[in-house]
Every structure is written in structure tokens, then in C-alpha cells.
């Protein structure tokens, strides 16, 4: 299967980190076995990295390909411009070891000053609340902005059917949407929580 590299990409891995990804590829004993490395969830605030073997033959055909000391790490195209200029490293204690990564576009980038309301919005619900709401097993996502900077929202998962969502939308995410960005008028909730069949307490 081909592999393209059209995009360029900045990964450091450090030599410990080499020798150890190597040492796990021999153990393998599949000549050719590589890494894949990809993200879950790219850009929102509860991204993780995920790094698996990946046999000759399996990669996919818009993976980046990047030679390593000893073996490919292959990067999952989509999430190819969140791990640029990630740092993966190897770290030893009297524990044993674990692999410490840093990735400065892990989570994505906040929006410009000159960013669309909508943008901004959007941003700050997938980064400050809905982490917050998961813990409840909630979520809520952003139907619509109107031309008179309403904010329309609906719930859902755990905050379906709550009865703590008026306090949560109007104590929470109002007040703190507003203080981050002042050009927002109100914030609704669309959500039928009559329907609701998840309630959270």
C-alpha cells in the first residue's frame, strides 16, 4: 500500500524514546513492524494520543510516513496538524518507565480575536463545559447563533431531563459565556427535557 507525505510534520522523538518504541517493535519479531499514531477526540480538551504497532502492509494510504531510528512511525492524516511539533519522550524512575508526550496543538488552537462569534462559541462549549458536563455524563452542543447573538443550545446524554440544567445553563454557561465574550446577548435552551429518559441529580 502507498503512503503519502504530503504533509510535512514536525514529531521529536527523543532517543529514549527511540530505543524503547524499538525495543517493543523486536519484541514483535515482524520484520517491518512499524508505529501508528493517532489522536481520539483531535482538538477538543479531553484529546488523547494513541500510538499502536502497525504491521507492514496496514497503514493507510494518507498516513504521513516519517523514518525513525530503526522503523516508520506513520501519522494519522487527520490528526496530523494537532501533533505538529509534539514532543515524545521516555521517562525512568525506581517505578520503571512511561512515555511522557507533549503536544503543544494537542487540544487545538483558540480562535483569533477576529474569529466568528459562532467560532468562539463553539470553542469555549468543546473546552470548558462539555469536560465539565461528561463528568455527569452530559453534553451540550451549540445549535445556532442568531443574528441578534443569541446563543441557542440543546443538552443532552445525562443533562437530558435534568433537573439542575436551568441552574447549570444560567449560573454556568451564561454567565461565564458572557464574561468570555461580551458580544453574546443570551443564551437559550432548546432542549425538550420532558423528554428526557437520563436525568442526572
Known amino acids: 500500500m502507498s503512503v503519502t507525505t504530503e504533509l510535512p510534520i514536525n514529531i521529536h522523538i527523543t532517543s529514549a524514546a527511540n530505543a524503547h518504541f524499538k525495543q517493543l517493535i523486536d519484541q514483535e519479531d515482524v520484520p517491518g513492524m512499524g508505529l501508528r499514531i493517532f489522536l481520539d477526540r483531535p482538538g477538543l480538551a ?114 437530558h431531563g435534568c433537573g439542575m440544567v436551568s441552574v447549570t445553563l444560567r449560573e454556568g454557561i451564561e454567565r461565564n459565556l458572557k464574561e468570555q465574550i461580551p458580544q453574546v446577548s443570551a443564551v437559550i435552551d432548546m432542549t425538550d427535557h420532558s423528554q428526557g429518559d437520563n436525568p442526572y441529580y
Not at 484529546?47 to 531510528?69: H, K, W, Y
Open 46 to 159: 479531553n484529546a488523547e494520543v494513541g500510538i499502536s504497532f502497525c504491521p507492514p502492509g496496514e497503514q493507510r494510504t494518507q498516513d504521513v510516513a516519517l523514518s525513525m531510528n530503526g522503523f516508520q512511525l506513520f501519522v494519522d492524516q487527520k490528526s496530523a496538524e494537532y501533533l505538529e511539533a509534539a514532543n515524545i519522550d521516555y521517562q525512568t524512575d525506581k517505578l520503571g518507565g512511561q512515555l511522557a508526550i507533549t503536544a503543544p496543538n494537542l487540544r487545538g488552537q483558540a480562535p483569533s480575536e477576529d474569529a466568528t462569534l459562532l467560532e468562539k462559541v463553539n470553542y469555549f462549549l468543546e473546552h470548558e463545559v462539555n469536560p465539565q458536563l461528561a463528568t455527569h455524563g452530559g453534553q451540550v452542543a451549540l445549535v445556532e447563533v442568531t443574528p441578534k447573538n443569541e446563543v441557542i443550545l440543546q443538552f443532552g446524554g445525562g443533562c
